[in-house]
């Protein structure tokens, strides 16, 4: 992990095209501003997890899943 230090109004750049600005600190909480590309998606990291664990058991198959499946497929021709 990259540790680095900026104090509000500072800014660091991911590539040529990512900006992020320490807008102010309260507290514990830190308030950063993300200028991104507009094609680029930003999460928060519970809601990415929630997303790659969702998009995991979408690609999980079970036989029974196939088989229901083709019964479904076959009911419909007839």
Known sequence: MLILTRRPGESLYLGDNIKITVL???GKQVKL????PSE???Y???VYERVIEE???ALETKNEDFMVAADLWQSKKK
Do not use: A, F, K, P
């Open 55 to 57: 998009n995991r058991r």
């Open 44 to 46: 928060r990291e519970e």
């Open 24 to 26: 102010g600190m309260q």
């Open 40 to 42: 680029t998606t930003v």
């Open 33 to 36: 501003g993300l200028e991104v």
